[in-house]
């Protein structure tokens, strides 16, 4: 499958330039869209977005990762970002509602296999909006808050 492969990688490196398989798995509407697009390409409608979308993880998990799909993004002090915004959570009071969030409603799907559902993801993010009373939450920046949780545990 080594052809299939090369078909995600080349179509998220021309279609999202510059964007890393953490930023398309973080946004759920492009990750629908690069889900569409790949579709088209390979001439199959049934395709789930799983499919794609866990094989970009597994391609970013492995060593020969192509540069540039990594993310080596600019580090953000969470505190700082939740301040800015006028959310009044402490860090760990903000990443406590997104893993309670993920656990009530996904309990039975690792947050890798959560993010490889746009559906799922989206759903958690709008939760996570209402459930702070932050409507300027992106989309972004809950889920990568969230894949940050998970590797430090």
Do not use: W
């Amino acid at each position: 499958m080594p052809e299939f492969k090369e078909q995600i990688i080349t179509l998220l490196q021309s279609e999202f330039p510059g964007r890393t398989i953490d930023g398309l798995i973080c946004r759920p509407d492009e990750a629908r869209i690069f889900c569409d697009k790949l579709r088209n390409v390979i001439g199959s409608s049934r395709l789930p977005d799983v499919i794609p979308l866990k094989s970009l993880l597994n391609i970013r998990k492995s060593k020969s990762c192509p540069t540039g799909l990594k993310g080596k993004g600019q580090r953000r002090v969470l505190a700082t970002e939740l301040r800015r915004i006028g959310c009044g959570l402490s860090p760990d009071g903000f990443r406590d509602v997104l893993v309670n969030a993920h656990v009530d409603m996904y309990k039975d799907q690792t947050v890798d296999t959560m993010l490889c559902h746009p559906t799922e993801s989206k759903g958690l993010c709008d939760f996570v909006r209402r459930k702070t009373g932050q409507d300027v939450l992106t989309d972004e920046f809950i889920l990568s808050t969230l894949m940050n949780v998970r590797k430090s545990q």
